[in-house]
Nanobody, 127 residues
Framework: QLQLVESGGGLVQPGGSLRLSCAAS????????IGWFRQAPGKEREGVSC????????NYADSVKGRFTISRDNAKNTVYLQMNSLKPEDTAVYYC????????????????????WGQGTQVTVSS
């Protein structure tokens, strides 16, 4: 079973930065599209960003474009989400997920394309 573990969440002031990590256990991430999702209280889980297995293609939700950057280091079996200029509305539990489906940029942050999920890490943006 694919295991993903997120880390790096925490409390940050508006305008601050955090870097989330998604590490794989028991398998290699190299062959998977990886997505980052978030879920705020009372809201549905939404796609934030995704990256192809090679790392050459990415996509972002409009709400985070220009502020968040997804990257991967396949040698370390880890995917990152660098979050800058954080806003209170970014507060949520952030999840990473893996998909074995072929990467399609326009569809890659669709939740249904992902079968393996981490347990999430809390990000709170507040002064």
């Amino acid at each position: 079973q694919l295991q993903l573990v997120e880390s790096g969440g925490g409390l940050v002031q508006p305008g601050g930065s955090l870097r989330l990590s998604c590490a794989a256990s028991g398998f290699t991430l190299n062959y998977y599209t990886i997505g980052w999702f978030r879920q705020a209280p009372g809201k549905e889980r939404e796609g934030v960003s995704c990256i192809s297995s090679s790392g050459r293609s990415t996509n972002y939700a409009d709400s985070v474009k220009g502020r968040f950057t997804i990257s991967r280091d396949n040698a370390k079996n880890t995917v990152y989400l660098q979050m800058n200029s954080l806003k209170p509305e970014d507060t949520a539990v952030y999840y990473c997920a893996a998909s074995s489906l072929a990467f399609v940029q326009a569809m890659c942050i669709m939740r249904d394309r992902f079968r393996s999920w981490g347990q999430g890490t809390q990000v709170t943006v507040s002064s």
